[in-house]
């Protein structure tokens, strides 16, 4: 089970979401650093998806059943 980076409730598999990689944005970071680099996979309630929340980056990878 999943849960939603953008509200904490769970992301069920029969919901529309998306899949993302969740990177750390420290002092400094830019996005040309993270080739190589594996973020951790995260899935977003597709109207909760942001490409920031916090010092987390999220880049997005799929989206499903939108």
Do not use: I, K, N, W
């Amino acid at each position: 089970m999943y849960a939603c980076p953008g509200c904490g409730e769970p992301v069920g598999a029969d919901e529309d979401y998306v899949v993302a990689l969740e990177y750390e944005a420290e002092h400094g970071f830019s996005l040309h650093q993270m080739t190589g680099a594996l973020g951790t996979e995260r899935r977003f309630h597709v109207e909760h998806f942001r490409g920031r929340l916090g010092d987390r980056l999220f880049v997005l990878l799929h989206e499903h059943g939108v």
